[in-house]
């Protein structure tokens, strides 16, 4: 099944530029953009990964993590190969990057890596599957799903007919006509990597600005988002990093934006940092504190009181969490259930 793109515009010579993310990449005949995963065939912008996903689960929607957005909930889960980043500390390489390494961006060579290594599932079938295991809700995850935003929406559109939300778990580099195009997106979880632009520089091969734009114009659309950052020692763990993502959520967002601080393990091309200390964490969750924000989680580390969803005014546990798992729930209609005070979030 070959797709013609939606987000891209043709140019003179059989050229093309694809509109998905902020890359803009501009692709001659016979070649993909960046993410090795959108081509140009004979001037017109394929997407190779339509109907095709390479992952496939269904999760707990604290996986993602979004744990204001229906919580205790599950979703059928999708991603493909590809990305539009190249993070060094990337935990799921063998899918963002596996069509990039092989195929040296020549079309034909990364549909054929795609699609040969990929099942074949269309929007009408995905839904049916989420559907079938009784999900709440479908999530386009695993790798960036704004390079497949085509296959996304076509399948988001489906399964609002039929009752079910979407999330999407992303890096934030979508355009702006990309989030038109994408309104279908009920919540974001978005990774804020770092406050500095050397770093996406460096390790993501991206910039800053684009992700913190890309962050407010998702929040502008009132969407549900949460954000997420991955903390490396001596990377990003700073009190300079982290007081500026910390701020950035308060002051362009608002204080009631969950913010998830998780655990670096090595992996891909990063192996040689150490795991994060749980002090590091702590710094970061106490940093967040201080810049007033209300709902702050440490992930990535089981057992502590972190993972736990407080009230802002009366303190009291509302959502308890082991890892993934609900333990005890105190919401109701929206409401701490024991002073009142409106949590932030979409809860049923």
Sequence with gaps: MLKEAFLYKRLDKKKVQCLACKHRCIIPEGKTGLCATRGNENGRLYLYTYAYPAAINLDPIEKKPLFHFYPGTWVYSLGTFGCNFR???????????????????????????????????????????ALHYRADGIAYTYNEPAIWAEYAHDIAEIAKKHGLFNVFVSSGYETDEALDYLDVIDAYNVDLKAFSNEFYLKYCGTKLDNVLDTIKSIYKRKKWIEITTLVIPGENDSEEQLKGIAEFIKNELSKDVPWHITRFHPDYKMLDKEVTPLQTLEKAFNIGKEAGLNYIYIGNVLGTDKETTYCPRCGKPLIERYGFRILSYHIKNGRCEYCGAKIAGKFR
């Design 87 to 129: 993070c060094s500390f990337c935990q799921n390489w063998e899918l963002s990057q596996f069509p990039k390494k092989e195929s040296k961006f020549y079309s034909l060579k990364a549909k054929q890596l795609i699609q040969s290594n990929s099942t074949f599932l269309p929007p009408q079938k995905a839904v049916e599957n």
